[in-house]
């Protein structure tokens, strides 16, 4: 079904997933702050993300760098000069527009008017200054990607380590822009996180690996519940590769607010890893590579005998339009006898929360301990947030849990607790509510922790 970004956010904001960054001042532009149920589903998906690159796959190495980031970096890597957007300023309603957001070049997409000033680049990247004299050499900059630290810690970790190729390094990490118009909840915003892997390969064999890394990031996506009719696989036109780049397909998604880029999986070539290597006379390197007059290492792995400058294949995701494509694709309405059922089906591995359990009535003590200690056994064997529900309120409870995408609920009513003298089949039993068939099962204490097993892949 399709779902609207309003109907979206609304929930975001009254489930805690997601509310407008600092609010009681009236709200900062381009910033979200993740509550108690986004920081789940987003770290829920940054480890799905982790262990399919650096616990599962060969070769693949973890980094986590720091944020702020050499001026030299960013210079060589061609940022300073490059990573910049076109925008305009309507004279009539004041409003500011990316150009290349614009329907018709001439028009003001907010008032109509023709009256738009010339194009100006406006450079991304958001410049700090490092300790208390702020001048030219006291510049860094708030990454805007995770990768440029990658590549310059390429060599370090080649000698650490002495892989062959090919072999990747992989990293989860916020990365700032000062997007001239952040819109569309949190999929254009001014502080994200990226989830990148630079995958170093021999350049005979470029093209191989970087179809290779469009259908892997494909299939990840799949098994992370999104819509195989909704994902894309969407070259770029050559006119629209980043400076870096030779080619570049991305997985384009049906957001709520149209189809656009979730994934860049790019060919970026040895540019990077050129354009931060010392003596690049002596490496045969791409004509487009920025000369350096900087660095101190030489960005080059031995490779039958001679220094090679790998070509490097990047797929690169943005974890908040991830968070956004799965609570889109989670999405469902359905109409019940008497009212609509709003759930979010989340894959249970991503669930917020994993089990819910609800004693009947609030006030039953018997009933309440028995809950308290199915909650707590499956906290400790689970390791992972299973919650007592303790209002009494069983439809209000469920309603709750299926808005938050929680799999499976576990009631436990008075034929649970039934005397245990007597032989009736029911003693010892709760019942297992299954969020999306909403088929209920009746299960022994003793096997719940199984009959979850068996059921949902948390
Ligand atoms: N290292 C390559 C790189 O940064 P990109 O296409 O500019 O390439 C990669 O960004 C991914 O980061 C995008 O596919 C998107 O998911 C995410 N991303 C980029 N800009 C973003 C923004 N302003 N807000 C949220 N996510 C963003």
Request: net charge negative; charged share 25%.
């Amino acid at each position: 079904m399709s779902i609207t970004m309003e109907t979206l956010t609304a929930l975001c904001k009254r489930r805690g997933f997601i509310y407008p960054s600092s609010q009681v001042y009236g709200g900062l532009q381009g910033l979200y702050d993740y509550g108690p149920m986004g920081v789940e589903l987003k770290k829920n998906l940054a480890n799905a993300w982790w262990t399919s690159m650096v616990y599962e796959h060969e070769a693949i190495y973890g980094l986590d760098a720091s944020i702020l980031t050499h001026a030299h970096t960013l210079n060589y890597s061609g940022h300073c000069d490059t990573f910049n957007d076109l925008m305009v300023d309507c004279k009539h309603c004041k409003t500011r527009h990316r150009v290349d957001h614009l329907v018709n070049p001439n028009q003001c997409p907010q008032c109509g008017s023709f009256a738009l000033t010339e194009p100006r680049a406006f450079n991304l990247m958001m410049k700090t200054n490092l300790g208390p004299v702020s001048n030219e050499d006291s510049v860094a900059y708030l990454r805007p990607e995770t990768a440029q630290a990658i590549f310059t810690q390429f060599k370090t970790i080649v000698d650490t380590f002495s892989p062959k190729l090919p072999f990747g390094i992989a990293q989860i990490g916020k990365a700032f822009r000062n997007e001239i118009t952040p819109r569309n909840f949190i999929f254009r915003v001014r502080e994200f996180e990226q989830m990148e892997c630079e995958y170093f390969v021999h350049p005979s064999e470029d093209e191989h690996w970087h179809q290779y890394w469009i259908n892997q990031r494909y299939n990840w996506w799949i098994d992370q519940g999104l819509d195989p009719d909704k994902l894309h696989k969407t070259p770029q036109p050559p006119e629209e590769l980043a400076h870096y780049a030779k080619a570049t397909t991305d997985l384009t998604y049906d957001f709520p607010h149209g189809q656009e880029e979730l994934e860049g999986i790019a060919n970026r070539t040895d540019y990077d890893l050129g354009a931060h290597s010392k003596n690049q006379d002596t490496l045969n390197l791409s004509a487009r590579v920025k000369p350096n007059s900087h660095s101190t290492q030489k960005m080059a792995i031995k490779h039958d005998m001679k220094d090679l400058v790998p070509y490097v294949i990047e797929p690169s995701a943005g974890l908040d339009r991830g968070v956004l494509a799965v609570l889109t694709a989670a999405y469902h309405e359905e109409q019940q006898e008497q009212a609509k059922r709003v759930v979010l089906k989340l894959k249970p591995h991503l669930a917020p929360i994993k089990v819910a359990v609800i004693p009947l009535a609030k006030n039953k003590q018997p009933l309440v301990n028995m809950a308290k200690s199915i909650q707590q056994s499956l906290k400790r064997s689970f390791k992972k947030p299973i919650v007592l529900e303790n209002s009494g309120n069983i439809g209000k409870n469920y309603r709750r849990h299926d808005e938050i995408g929680t799999p499976a609920c576990i009631t436990v009513d008075f034929d649970s607790l039934k005397d245990t003298t007597s032989d009736d089949k029911l003693i010892d039993t709760v019942t297992i509510r299954d969020r999306d068939s909403l088929s209920q099962h009746r299960v022994h204490i003793h096997d719940i922790q199984s009959f979850l097993n068996e059921h949902y892949a948390y």
